[in-house]
């Protein structure tokens, strides 16, 4: 019989709505193939069963709680914890901060637990007080239950050993190469800005907006992303895309070709991320050989290096930035090529689950666990 693991933390398998669902959709079938006995924990709302290219190898089980901004991941995250403990897997991937809260139940029944820590959750404009001192509560019990930790960028890695004391496992994630995919209609090859982002103001939406009115008064603008809650920033994009012509604001797109396609023949991909790690959307962006324009933080220059160019979080300079790459055919051919190298050597999709395998593997092993 192989080894088994559950993965808890995310909105399950198959699942679209983000980075850590974008992961197990790889790494749940990987481990398989290397022998796991795979169960993913996941809301029933999120899961996509129809999903044409799910694994049957890979167990779903369905998690319950309240489905509410402010405590669903740890209420989630408790029914997760309650049927893992009654299951006893040989390992547990936990991912998410916020789930630290349980890691004692699961060390209490002997479960070896590796967690991604994901970004600096505590630190993010979107959560209020009381929230982000949930997430900071989280990451101090991580740092003392956790076995092993896994941060997906240096720069996080080097917070967790600043911050908690504790030493991380680097693994990134991963992106893509899809062939050329046909155009999006209406939009034509190197003619437009794009954004993908989760409507959250860290994510420099608010200074793109007041950028994007400019923007399209001469260029087509592509918005793909929402908030999930709705709120004033949707309110905002609604109201520019009914006003402005060139401005398209697609929601949030499930379909991969599309939005792959999206990102492999824009003129401009403007990624305005400032926390978090390695960002997965960035990496699918390069991978895909997207020009990228990114905002100028230390995650981002990490993951893109000299393959993209970097601009201030200013509407002015995002208006500026990305218009003249529009008009540099050059540059826009440059950056494509060197994003999509970068993505290749650097973020491979087999190398990441081929380290995640490894460090669930070293977690078996009684040595090294974290004391409390």
């Keep these: 019989m192989g080894r088994s693991v559950a993965i808890l933390g995310t909105r399950g398998y198959p699942s679209y709505y983000g980075g850590f669902e974008t992961l197990v959709r790889r790494l ?47 209420s989630f995250g408790l029914s997760s914890t309650i049927d893992v403990v009654r299951s006893k897997p040989d390992v547990a991937l936990v991912m998410n901060v916020a789930n630290g809260y349980w890691l004692p139940a699961l060390r209490a029944r002997s479960i070896p637990t590796v967690v991604n820590v994901d970004g600096i959750e505590w630190e993010r404009d979107k959560w209020g007080r009381v929230a982000k001192s949930v997430f900071r509560g989280g990451a101090a019990m991580t740092g003392k239950y956790a076995d092993h930790i896994v941060c997906d960028s240096i720069e996080i890695e080097r917070r967790w050993q600043s911050q908690f004391r504790r030493s991380g496992i680097f693994i990134p994630y991963g992106g893509d190469a ?3 995919l046909p155009l999006v209609k209406p939009f034509e090859r190197r003619k437009y800005v794009l954004l993908v982002a989760r409507f959250v103001p860290e994510n420099s939406i ?25 709120g004033e920033i949707e309110d905002r994009v609604r109201s520019l895309a ?28 403007f990624h305005g991320h400032s926390v978090g790690g390695t960002n997965p959307a960035l990496v699918q962006a390069m991978a895909c050989g997207a020009p990228i324009v990114a905002r100028d933080t230390v995650y981002n220059r990490e993951v893109l290096g000299s393959s993209g160019v970097f601009t201030t979080p200013t509407s002015e300079d995002i208006f500026q930035t990305t218009t003249s790459l529009l008009k540099d055919a050059e540059l826009m051919e440059s ?19 081929d380290r995640y395998a490894k460090a669930l593997s070293e977690a078996l092993q009684p040595v090294g666990r974290a004391k409390a």
């Design 28 to 74: 749940a079938p990987s481990l398989a193939d290397d022998g796991w006995d795979v169960t993913v924990y996941g809301r029933a709302d999120a899961i996509k069963d129809d999903d044409p290219t799910v694994d049957p190898r890979v167990k779903s089980k369905t998690s319950y709680g309240l489905d509410t901004r402010s405590i669903s991941t740890l």
């Design 178 to 180: 899809p062939e050329q």
């Design 206 to 230: 608010n200074e793109f907006i007041e950028a994007a009115e400019r923007i399209s008064a001469s260029h087509v603008v592509v918005i793909v992303g929402s908030s999930g809650y709705g």
């Design 242 to 269: 009914d006003r402005a012509h060139r401005v398209h604001w697609l929601g949030h797109l499930s379909d991969d070709r599309k939005l792959f396609s999206l990102w492999q023949n824009a003129g401009a991909y």
């Design 335 to 353: 950056l494509s090529c060197a994003a999509a190298a970068r993505a290749a050597s650097d973020y491979s999709w087999k190398d990441v689950c």
